[in-house]
Every structure is written in C-alpha cells, then in structure tokens.
C-alpha cells in the first residue's frame, strides 16, 4: 500500500511538472509569435498608413476565415482524443490527416472562388491570391503542431515556431530598410511556411511510422459526429471574433478596417495569455477529466483566477492611457479615432478573459457542442447589430457589438457551469479582489504618468495577486520543482 501511495505521489508531480514544462513552452511559442506579428503589423501600419494597412489586415482576415475552415476543429480534436487513446497514435494521426487534406482542399477552392466573386480593390485580390498558399501550409503546420501538444511536446512547436518568427522579423527589418512593395512582404511569409513546414514533418515522423492517406469512407463515418460539433464550434468562433472586420470593409470601406485593427493588433498582447495557458493546459486537463475531476477542477480554478487578477487591472491602465498608447506605437494622426476603440474594446477583452476558463471546462468534459450552438447562435446576433452599429456609430459600432455578444457568451457559459461558478465567484477572496480593483483604479486615476501605472501594476501583481489572492493550495500548483 505504502509502495502504491508513493507511486501515485510521484505520478501526481510529474503530471503537474509537465503542464508547468508545457506553461512554460506555451508561454515562449506563443511569445515568439505575438511578438513577430506586432512588429510585422506594426511596421505596416506605421509606414504604410491605414488604407494599405486596412487592405492587409483585410485579406490576412479573411485568408485566416478560410483556416479555420481547413483545420475544421480536427486540431482540437486530436489533441483533446489522442492523449486518452495514445496506443492508437499511427491510426488517429492518419486518419484525422486524411479528412483535414479534404478540408484543405475545400477551403482553399472556396477562397480561390471569393477572391474571383468578391468586389475588392487590386491589392486586396492580389494578396488573398497569394496567402492562399500560405493557408495551405499553415493549416497542415497546425495540425502538425496539435500532434506535438497532444502528445505534451510542446518543446518541439516552440523551436520551429522560433525558427519561423525569426525569419520574419529579418523581412520586417528589411521591409524598413527598402519599403518593399506590400505583396513580397506576403510572398516572404508563404515561402516561410513552407520551409517550417517541412521541418515539422520531419520532427513528426520521431513519434509515427509514416505519413499515410487513408481515402476511406468509413473514416469519415467514424469522426463525422465529433468533426462536426468540433469543426462547427471552431470555424464560428473565429467568424464571430472577426466578423466585425469584413463588416467594416464593406460598410465603410478598407482603412476603417486599418483603424480598428491598429487598435485591436495591441489588444492581441493581452489575448496571449490564455492562449498560452490554453495550449498548455487543454490535453492535461482532458486527460484529468477522464483521471482525476478533482485536480481537474483545481486547474481550472486556478486558470480563472490567474486571467482575473491579470485582466482586470491591465483594462483599467488600458483605459486609463489608449491615446497616450496609440500616439506613442503609431505616431500618426490617422489614426486618432484607434485611441477610442482600444479604450472601450479593453473591456470586451476583459469579458473574454472571464469566458475562456469556462470554455475550456466545457471543451475537457465533453460539452463542446454547447459552445458550437453558443457561437453559432450569438454569430448570427453579431453580424445583425455590427450591421446596424457601424452604420450608426461607424468604427465604434464594433465595440458596443462586442460588448453585448461576448456577455451573451459568458451568461451562457456561467449557465452550464452554474455548480463550478458558485464556488469560482461566490468566495471572501472575491469581494476582497473588488475592492482591491476599486483601490487600483483611484490610484490610476490619481497618478497619471504611465511608467508609474505600469510599476503599480506590477506591484499589485505580485503583493496582492500572488501573496493575496491565490491560496496555498494554488501557490503550490505553480510553483516551480527543483
């Protein structure tokens, strides 16, 4: 018995090492990314002015509608089903592959068709030509990087992800350098994928005996139900998050799609940090669903309070200096009306923060279909109000439509988590955290250089947010092993 409970003990830190080795490679993958996107959507804005950088913004957005519909949720799939069925990792890998080339082709012929029907300016058309290939190679890139996570390497994407971002920022130091034409800056991206690509399949074949096509329709039949809530769940969430950019395009034209995403291209920093906690958590906690439901509701709880005590104080500094943000990032009085969107959009990154937690509860339980219905629905409400917004309040109308379509999102998911969020919201910690807000806000409010906000803010991270509201229980789930 004794020999067991040691063994059961060792099991438990490794598990919980891994997911803090995955937080980690999460953290650096996601780093490298967000910080090669800026610096690559910053340059455009920047130097290229709004309408240029509308009308990339434009086509990467809509290049990017069109992945989703490639990868069709089966990246979420097999990284959420092959860590509870690991002894069948040759045949879920080929045959999950083999629908994902089927949407690959779907997606691409469809974007090939759009880019035909669609009234778009020459350059938009031109680059939704080229970044066709680069959807491709991305879409098998990230079905390859799902692999890795499935399989908790994480170590293995942060490295090609490296590679990648490297090569990009060199074009973004020559973009300043030569001011290349829009268009080679695409094509330097889709040659990027490629080379990348080519690596990750060669990492992959460490871990599978070979790549195999399985032109089978039974394949098809076995995955249909799960590809479908799935797939559905993610082709709309990325619609509903981005819908509101093709709107504009239309409505207004393709600068205010450069005005509202120089805004929006800030905000993406805050939105790394669930997508690196997501990363590394998702096939743990899939795995402790099935395993464990008590250290699987102790992640969560401690993912949604990490995303809180961050959140929060960071949307009051945002709203606090988005013009003195805005003019220090862009100089360009262009883009004036951008300090008002990231001052009131902040807070529907707030909203989103508080959702991601709960989403993931859903997704690791097997209640993804909730969230496919959810987004489908609360799709159709946004496209509604973003049409009647910003004709009424033009790129502003973006905002107020994401403050109401993201809070329909969180009441439907504190529903059907109602148990778990009584013990999440309902606490002392929590109304200590309020007026702990209250006091961070009087203080920015007061004090209004931005250096001394960003030091309270680190400050009140690290006495109130570590030594105060997290308890023992969750220190210890994040502290780092010898």
């Not at 490297?166 to 695409?186: C, E, P, R, S």
């Not at 003195?324 to 959009?345: E, F, M």
Request: overall charge positive; hydrophobic content about 55%.
């Amino acid at each position: 018995m004794i020999y067991k409970s040691v063994t059961k003990q060792n099991l438990d830190i490794n598990k919980e090492r891994s997911i803090k080795k995955n937080s980690f490679f999460s953290f650096l993958t996601t780093t490298f990314r967000v910080i090669a996107n800026f610096f690559l959507f910053w340059t455009i804005a920047r130097y290229y002015g709004p309408e240029i950088f509308g009308q990339f913004t434009y086509a990467f957005t809509v290049v990017t509608i069109f992945l989703y519909l490639a990868d069709f949720g089966l990246d979420i799939l097999l990284t959420t089903d092959l860590p509870k069925n690991i002894k069948s990792i040759n045949v879920i890998f080929n045959e999950l592959i083999t629908i994902k080339l089927v949407f690959i082709g779907l997606a691409s012929l469809l974007l090939f068709i759009y880019a035909l029907v669609v009234n778009l300016s020459d350059l938009a058309f031109q680059l939704l030509l080229i970044l066709n290939f680069y959807l491709i190679a991305t879409s098998f890139i990230n079905y390859l990087f799902a692999f890795f996570r499935a399989l908790e390497k994480l170590e293995i994407e942060t490295k090609i992800t490296f590679i990648y971002n490297l090569l990009v920022i060199i074009v973004i130091a020559l973009l300043n350098f030569f001011k290349f034409d829009i268009k080679y800056v695409a094509l330097s991206l889709v040659t990027f994928r490629y080379i990348v690509l080519l690596l990750a399949i060669q990492k992959s074949l460490k871990f599978i005996s070979k790549i195999r096509i399985i032109f089978d329709f039974d394949v098809l039949k076995k995955y249909r139900s799960k590809v479908s809530i799935f797939g559905t769940h993610y082709i709309f969430n990325y619609l509903y998050y981005n819908i509101d950019t093709i709107l504009l395009a239309y409505i207004i034209g393709e600068k205010s799609v450069g005005i509202f995403q120089a805004a929006f291209k800030l905000l993406v920093i805050l939105l790394i940090i669930p997508e690196i906690i997501n990363n590394a958590l998702l096939p743990a906690l899939s795995r402790l669903n099935k395993e464990n439901k008590l250290t699987w509701e102790r992640y969560s709880s401690l993912l949604n309070k990490l995303l809180m005590i961050i959140i929060f104080p960071a949307a009051l500094l945002v709203y606090f200096n988005s013009q003195n943000i805005i003019d220090i990032v862009y100089a360009n009085s262009q883009y004036h009306v951008s300090a008002d969107v990231l001052k009131y959009y902040v807070f529907v990154i707030v909203i989103r923060f508080m959702v991601e937690p709960l989403g993931l509860l859903l997704t690791t339980s097997n209640k993804q279909h909730i969230r496919a219905y959810t987004v489908i629905l609360v799709t159709i409400i946004s496209v509604l109000i973003n049409i009647i917004f910003i004709q009424k309040y033009g790129v502003l109308g973006v905002v107020w439509t994401g403050f109401i379509t993201n809070s329909l999102i969180l009441i439907t998911y504190f529903f059907f988590s109602y148990d778990i969020c009584k013990k999440w919201y309902l606490n002392k910690q929590n109304v200590y955290f309020l007026f702990s807000i209250i006091l961070f806000g009087l203080a920015v409010f007061f004090i209004k250089t931005i250096l001394a906000h960003i030091f309270i803010y680190l400050i009140y991270l690290t006495v109130f947010g570590y030594y105060i509201f997290l308890t023992k229980e969750e220190k210890a789930l994040i502290s780092v092993y010898k």
